[in-house]
């Protein structure tokens, strides 16, 4: 229980990061622009791809290897898996006529991605804590999960303004927006709290989960995002919107990994 507790704390840290994140949308000028618009899209892109690759694929083949478990099987296998709920989920929108709701779909489908990616982030937290639960909260495996809650707190900002910037140029209302991007980090205390609950059922699992995650952004990335960073004659801004959200995750990723 006492893992728990740290775990919710940790968690809540998190999305607070991803709130701050999501809040620059209130410093973005209230003119609609389809340039700025595609350079929003490019950010997005280029942080979920980082993310994908640094938070989640990277990490997912160590937690294989350490759990004993083939690696090159396990990581494809979850990535695969993530690709298809997300393919299966994209066909049942198009179904539902979305273009009768407020966002566009690929702006749907990445608060999905993203989403999904930051449960196991929360359960990676919520396992550390759980770990330095079960050892008499010794002071090193604490201070280890207080690092990586800070680590990925720090990562979750530009995911929170990758959510947001976007609703933001679509034409939805700051509240709204802001809103929609700090609450795709909600999942995180819930899973953080369960994970510590149920470690032992859940680390096995741990690193399909994480690759799974992979799957869902790098589908949304491929599908969404970049074709639809590049429907303007400018194309070249999406690009650069890319490649600066990329970098910027990259880099939060290798500093605080």
């Known amino acids: 229980m006492v893992g728990a507790i740290y775990a919710f704390i940790g968690t809540l840290f998190t999305f607070l990061i991803t709130t701050l994140g999501a809040a620059n949308v209130f410093f ?8 700025i618009q595609k350079v929003f899209l490019g950010f997005a892109a280029g942080v979920m ?12 083949t160590n937690e294989a290897e350490k759990n004993g478990q083939i690696s ?16 299966l989920l994209d066909r049942f929108v198009k179904k539902r006529e979305f273009e009768k709701l407020s966002i566009k779909k690929n ?8 989403t999904i990616h930051n449960i196991p982030e929360g359960m990676a937290i919520g396992l550390a804590f759980s770990l330095a639960a079960q050892n008499n909260m010794d002071s090193g495996l604490f201070m280890g999960a207080v690092c990586l809650a800070i680590g990925i707190g720090i ?17 939805l209302s700051r509240k709204k927006a802001f809103l ?17 609950l149920f470690a032992g ?14 799957g869902t952004m790098i589908y949304v990335v491929v599908e969404e995002l970049i074709p639809q960073a590049h429907m303007s004659e400018k194309d070249t801004i999406g690009t650069l919107g890319f490649i600066v959200g990329f970098l910027l995750m990259m880099i939060l990723d290798v500093a605080v990994g």
């Open 49 to 60: 791809t980082a993310a994908s690759i640094w938070s989640l694929l990277i990490p997912a």
């Open 180 to 196: 929609l991007g700090s609450m795709s980090a909600v999942v995180e205390p819930v899973f953080g709290v369960l994970a510590a």
């Open 155 to 171: 990562q979750n900002y530009p995911e929170g303004a990758a959510v947001a910037l976007p609703l933001k140029g679509e034409g």
């Open 72 to 87: 090159f099987i396990v990581v494809p296998a979850g990535f695969i898996i993530g690709v298809v709920i997300l393919l």
């Open 201 to 214: 059922l859940i680390v096995p699992a741990f690193p399909l989960l994480l690759s799974l995650a992979a």
């Open 28 to 35: 973005v000028k209230q003119h609609r622009n389809e340039d």
């Open 107 to 114: 702006t749907f489908m990445m608060i999905v991605a993203i």
